[in-house]
């Protein structure tokens, strides 16, 4: 086992932890960054980026097409080609963090972290274990989507990181959460030609923004062709359908290909039981600094709670930094 130490230890590549990074790699303080996946998180890989994408391609298609975007005329695409173009996006985007880390003078291992306490580490890589010690760690593992007890993932029940990977579009998918992120997916996905309908469990689409601003969005869906299911919960999924309970007792039976559940994500603490953090709700708790209940124990980004944003997480980076 190779035995590593630094000033500074960053567990998750995402907005916070690569920013954070990069910071601190500036003001001259060792730092070590251990990144499961590649660099960018989230965001870079399978949120923001690829899903604005996605949506600028649909609207292309939905407009007037780009051949770039393998969108060879008005009403004719090849999405594997759509798809091919998005991940280009994305690994310029990935090489760039990558670049401007290795110019910061961050010292980057691609592997999964597992803490022994709060000042060690030990990270399986392709390349074997290594043993890190360090003075600082920032734990900045992020989120990942939340599933539901009667749709766990698999199949033909994805998760906006499967939606965004699809190889070929479905013909029908049924969208369970009408929140933006079900709602950018499945509107994209309609732009692109799929039959698509949304399951929301409360009374309106958006439910936690204003009504008068949603308003709009709802009347956006029926021009587009989508099917909306409000005050209904979905309660399985078997041989292409899926079955739903309205408010009134009601069943729906609904055919879809594909299942998108869209109905949140959940911060990943999975790995820390050996550290003694105090916690608040589900979440790691921090004081204004990004301090945790541990010395030198630092959190930042989604494990820390609401609002899960890039641009939060990458603030919080940086005042750690």
Same mark, same amino acid.
């Given at each position: 086992?190779?035995?590593?130490?630094?000033?500074?230890?960053?567990? *998750?590549?995402?907005?916070? *932890?690569?920013?954070?990074?990069?910071?601190?790699?500036?003001?001259?303080?060792?730092?070590?960054?251990?990144?499961?996946?590649?660099?960018?998180?989230?965001?870079?890989?399978?949120?923001?980026? #690829?899903?604005?994408?996605?949506?600028?391609?649909?609207?292309?298609?939905?407009?007037?097409?780009?051949?770039? =975007?393998?969108?060879?005329? #008005?009403?004719?695409?090849?999405? !594997?080609?759509?798809?091919?173009?998005?991940?280009?996006?994305?690994?310029?985007?990935?090489?760039?963090?990558?670049?401007?880390?290795?110019?910061?003078?961050?010292?980057?291992?691609?592997?999964?972290?597992?803490?022994?306490?709060?000042?060690?580490?030990?990270?399986? !890589?392709?390349?074997?274990?290594?043993?890190?010690?360090?003075?600082?760690?920032?734990?900045?593992?992020?989120?990942?989507?939340?599933?539901?007890?009667?749709? #766990?993932? *698999?199949?033909?029940?994805?998760?906006?990181?499967?939606?965004?990977?699809?190889?070929?579009?479905?013909?029908?998918?049924?969208?369970?959460?009408?929140?933006?992120?079900?709602?950018?997916?499945? =509107?994209?996905?309609?732009?692109? *030609?799929?039959? /698509?309908? =949304?399951?929301?469990?409360?009374?309106?689409? %958006?439910?936690?923004?204003?009504?008068?601003?949603?308003?709009?969005?709802?009347?956006?869906? !029926?021009?587009?062709?989508?099917?909306?299911?409000?005050?209904?919960?979905?309660?399985?999924?078997?041989?292409?359908? %899926?079955? /739903?309970?309205?408010?009134?007792?009601?069943?729906?039976?609904?055919?879809?290909?594909? /299942?998108?559940?869209?109905?949140?994500?959940?911060?990943?603490?999975?790995?820390?039981?050996?550290?003694?953090?105090?916690?608040?709700?589900?979440?790691?708790?921090?004081?204004?600094?990004?301090?945790?209940? =541990?010395?030198?124990?630092?959190?930042?980004?989604?494990?820390?709670?609401?609002?899960?944003?890039?641009?939060?997480?990458? !603030?919080?980076?940086?005042?750690?930094?």
């Amino acid at each position: 086992m190779t035995e590593l130490s630094c000033k500074v230890l960053i567990i *998750g590549g995402g907005p916070g *932890g690569y920013v954070c990074a990069i910071k601190a790699g500036q003001l001259g303080l060792d730092t070590i960054l251990v990144e499961a996946e590649r660099v960018g998180g989230t965001c870079l890989n399978i949120g923001c980026i #690829p899903s604005k994408a996605l949506i600028h391609a649909a609207e292309t298609f939905h407009a007037q097409g780009e051949e770039a =975007m393998g969108i060879s005329g #008005p009403r004719r695409l090849d999405y !594997a080609k759509t798809i091919a173009w998005k991940d280009g996006i994305v690994s310029r985007l990935t090489t760039g963090v990558g670049a401007l880390l290795k110019k910061a003078g961050v010292r980057s291992l691609r592997g999964r972290a597992a803490l022994v306490d709060g000042k060690t580490a030990i990270v399986a !890589a392709d390349t074997g274990e290594s043993r890190i010690r360090c003075e600082h760690l920032v734990i900045a593992t992020g989120s990942e989507p939340a599933a539901l007890p009667a749709l #766990p993932f *698999g199949g033909d029940v994805i998760s906006s990181t499967e939606a965004l990977g699809l190889r070929a579009l479905p013909r029908t998918l049924v969208v369970i959460g009408a929140g933006y992120i079900g709602l950018e997916l499945g =509107m994209a996905f309609a732009k692109l *030609g799929v039959a /698509v309908t =949304m399951v929301e469990a409360l009374d309106r689409v %958006l439910p936690l923004y204003d009504a008068e601003l949603t308003a709009p969005v709802a009347r956006r869906l !029926a021009e587009l062709g989508v099917k909306l299911h409000l005050n209904a919960r979905a309660q399985g999924f078997a041989e292409g359908e %899926l079955r /739903v309970t309205q408010a009134d007792g009601a069943d729906l039976k609904l055919q879809a290909d594909k /299942v998108l559940v869209a109905v949140g994500r959940r911060p990943r603490t999975q790995g820390l039981e050996s550290l003694d953090l105090a916690m608040s709700g589900p979440y790691l708790r921090i004081d204004e600094r990004c301090a945790t209940s =541990m010395r030198n124990v630092w959190a930042i980004g989604d494990i820390t709670g609401e609002p899960m944003l890039a641009h939060r997480a990458s !603030a919080q980076g940086e005042r750690v930094a």
